[in-house]
């Protein structure tokens, strides 16, 4: 907030910001408290509607663009959560969070589906792959606190509600469970061992985009992708290993933690750089650090702390996950593979942020900053607080498992002979994890190294590569060539709609215009305005009910 108040004096609709940041945080708060599955679905919806609006806040055609994209892909996670929410309360009666894992393992493949939906439609708003179009839209063109709220926080409560869901009904309560070896184990195992390799997909994925970028934004945004890739990883470990998944749990929880702090001080770096320059692209920046040397250092604990340089506070929540991970390979050596692909992500982060702190701050350059210079004001006063923070974290590992996570381990199910033994007197601080880490670190700068000196960075890959485009073609193969067999002449397929699906432009034709396309010859009857008409009658039914139990007696 105190580095929002200087940056939005340049900004027009200041007091509105405001109050939608706000309401967001308000909402952010909620979904974290609530007691009950609908509770968390109500705020959930509710930081979706609040936060679409920081993301239009620009109001020109590109913010308006990416604001649509985010509120469609918004509301079709929370359709999947509310469809998943409906299949629980209705084979359950009940969506306090609580185990049931007795009732579900009745419900045959019912339950596996049911799982999808919480983690596709809580994976939406995480930026998890194939889901993540939104993100890197939306961050280049929200004011930058608002970025650093989309990426800093607000991602992290998709993560949450997957971690909230998967340990509350799918793991077996204190008095059910004996040992790892019990058949209670079985499903959040299942669904642990998809979620490690979902998670490892996402880290590879985003960490490709980011090295391709050349938006800092952007740069950030699929960064943003790729961590929270350790995030599901994390997570997916928390339930792969049961009764003895401490780990994972201590390691997803501490990296939402730790990757709110180094994400928001990055994305505010980007915001100072923004507001000196009025420039985003860094092959146009350079020499930064002889100009705002304040900055140049906290992008640099940002950047250590991001790439798990030891003293830092990732390097904490990094080995931690690896631990982890490096379990679930003991049990299954198909992980070994999944460890292997964590190392070489974790060197991939740091080849792109050397890119970053390369162009953007070290690289000689022509460059002149006549109307730059060095002051101290409360954006510094913000940078340097969260700065600290990440130091102390990194210099302090064990403060967050002794004050926030321990308490909560011992309120779940885990062993409490393997969280005192493994958890509340970890030390991460050995030679070998430390070696690791600068292992990966070393690799990271070589790679860069190479790729600049060859001039790799410039390479683009073609459109017809996309996310967008890849995914949508089977759909346009199928449904052009389904007519034509099943019709013949008498298709009713419309073909300039349908030949959007194979163009290959992705800025021009996006995921959510693919997707309504898709929909729209697949079924004539949903039109691209009915489907801005459900969505805005959805988000009021939605806001009514909320203030409808918020103003009665009815407890929730």
């Known amino acids: 907030m105190i580095y929002a108040h200087e940056y939005m004096k340049r900004e027009k609709h200041e007091t509105r910001f405001f109050f939608f940041l706000a309401l967001t945080y308000s909402s952010v708060l909620g979904t974290i408290v609530s007691g009950d599955l609908l509770a968390m679905f109500l705020f959930f919806e509710l930081m979706t509607l609040s936060s679409y609006m920081l993301v239009i806040h620009g109001q020109n055609e590109e913010s308006y663009k990416a604001g649509y994209n985010y509120i469609i892909m918004g509301l079709i996670g929370g359709f999947l959560i509310l469809t998943a929410l409906i299949l629980l309360y209705f084979n359950i009666g009940d969506l306090q969070f609580v185990s049931a894992i007795g009732q579900l393992q009745t419900m045959g493949n019912l339950k596996y589906w049911i799982m999808g939906l919480l983690v596709f439609g809580f994976g939406i708003k995480a930026g ?285 199910t885990y062993s409490s002979d393997f969280i005192i033994g493994h958890i509340m007197n970890l030390n991460v601080y050995v030679i070998k994890d430390i070696l690791m880490s600068l292992l990966i670190i070393f690799i990271g700068v070589v790679v860069f190294m190479i790729i600049r000196r060859y001039k790799l960075f410039s390479i683009k890959l073609p459109k017809w590569l996309s996310l967008e485009y890849l995914f949508f073609l089977p759909s346009y193969l199928l449904m052009k060539n389904l007519c034509y067999i099943l019709y013949g002449d008498k298709c009713l397929i419309n073909e300039k709609d349908l030949g959007k699906l194979a163009d290959k432009d992705t800025e021009k034709i996006g995921f959510i215009d693919r997707f309504i396309i898709t929909a729209n010859v697949l079924n004539k009857r949903y039109e691209k305005s009915i489907i801005k008409s459900d969505a805005l009658i959805y988000a009021v039914s939605i806001t009514a009910v909320l203030i409808y139990l918020l103003f009665s007696n009815i407890n929730i």
């Open 128 to 412: 998890m792959a194939p889901v993540h179009v939104w993100l890197p839209r939306a961050h280049p063109v929200a004011p930058t606190p608002a970025s650093a709220l989309l990426s800093g926080v607000m991602i992290k409560i998709g993560a949450y509600g997957i971690l909230r869901v998967a340990v509350s009904y799918y793991f077996p309560s204190k008095d059910s469970i004996t040992s790892l070896t019990d058949p209670l184990w079985e499903v959040a195992q299942s669904i642990g061992g998809i979620l490690i390799w979902t998670g490892i997909v996402t880290m590879a994925l985003g960490a490709f985009m980011a090295l391709l970028q050349e938006n800092i934004k952007k740069l950030l945004a699929y960064s943003s992708v790729s961590q929270m890739g350790y995030i599901i990883v994390g997570i997916g470990v928390a339930l792969f290993l049961g009764y003895e998944g401490a780990l994972g749990y201590t390691g997803a929880i501490y990296h939402i933690f730790n990757h709110a702090l180094f994400k928001s001080l990055l994305f505010m770096v980007a915001g100072v750089i923004y507001y000196h320059t009025k420039e985003l692209n860094m092959y146009k920046l350079g020499g930064i650090w002889k100009e705002l040397p304040f900055t140049s250092v906290i992008f640099l604990v940002g950047m250590l702390g991001i790439i798990g340089f030891p003293g830092f506070n990732g390097y904490i929540s990094k080995t931690i996950i690896h631990h982890g991970l490096t379990e679930a390979a003991q049990v299954s050596q198909v992980f070994y593979f999944a460890e292997a692909m964590f190392i070489i992500v974790s060197a991939m982060t740091v080849t792109y942020f050397m890119k970053m702190l390369y162009y953007v701050f070290l690289r000689k350059t022509d460059n002149e900053y006549p109307t730059l210079t060095f002051d101290i004001s409360s954006l510094d006063l913000a940078l340097g607080s969260v700065a600290l923070l990440i130091v102390l974290i990194g210099l302090s590992p064990k403060f967050l498992i002794n004050s926030l996570i321990g308490p909560q381990l011992f309120s779940t």
